[in-house]
């Protein structure tokens, strides 16, 4: 059975800047995710990010939906993966809104 976690991660900078930020960085989600990340696709849908990403062999799915003051991130795990929904939740509070801050790479 898949194993479902969500986490609000809570923000002031508006739906606009807060997607456009993640657009920005969604390109180094590898790097703030445990395990081996081998591919990630992804595709906007109104203002709901789709991710599949391959891990350990298996898919898995997220869902960023930018909000006005928040981002809800789900991320649906196969049974392989269920086992590691508590560090990934972890990972996700802790690391998850690195997503929002600002591309520095112009600087």
Same mark, same amino acid.
């Given at each position: #059975?898949?194993? $479902? @976690?969500? @986490?609000? *991660?809570? !923000?002031?900078?508006?739906?606009?800047?807060?997607?456009?930020? &993640?657009?920005?960085? &969604?390109?180094? *989600?590898?790097?703030?995710?445990?395990?081996?990340?081998?591919? @990630?696709?992804?595709?906007?849908?109104?203002?709901? =990010?789709?991710?599949?990403?391959?891990? #350990?062999?298996?898919?898995? =799915?997220?869902? &960023?939906?930018?909000?006005?003051? $928040?981002? !809800? @991130?789900?991320?649906?795990?196969?049974? #392989?993966? %269920?086992?590691? %929904?508590?560090? &990934?939740?972890?990972? =996700?509070?802790?690391?998850? $809104?690195?997503?929002? =801050?600002?591309?520095? $790479?112009?600087?």
């Amino acid at each position: #059975m898949t194993q $479902s @976690v969500e @986490v609000d *991660l809570n !923000h002031n900078l508006g739906r606009e800047e807060a997607r456009r930020r &993640i657009a920005g960085n &969604i390109g180094s *989600l590898p790097e703030h995710l445990p395990g081996n990340v081998a591919d @990630v696709a992804h595709r906007w849908e109104g203002d709901t =990010l789709k991710l599949t990403l391959g891990a #350990m062999g298996q898919e898995v =799915l997220g869902d &960023i939906d930018v909000r006005e003051d $928040s981002v !809800h @991130v789900t991320v649906t795990l196969p049974p #392989m993966l %269920a086992l590691f %929904a508590g560090a &990934i939740q972890a990972a =996700l509070n802790r690391k998850g $809104s690195d997503l929002l =801050l600002e591309d520095r $790479s112009d600087d």
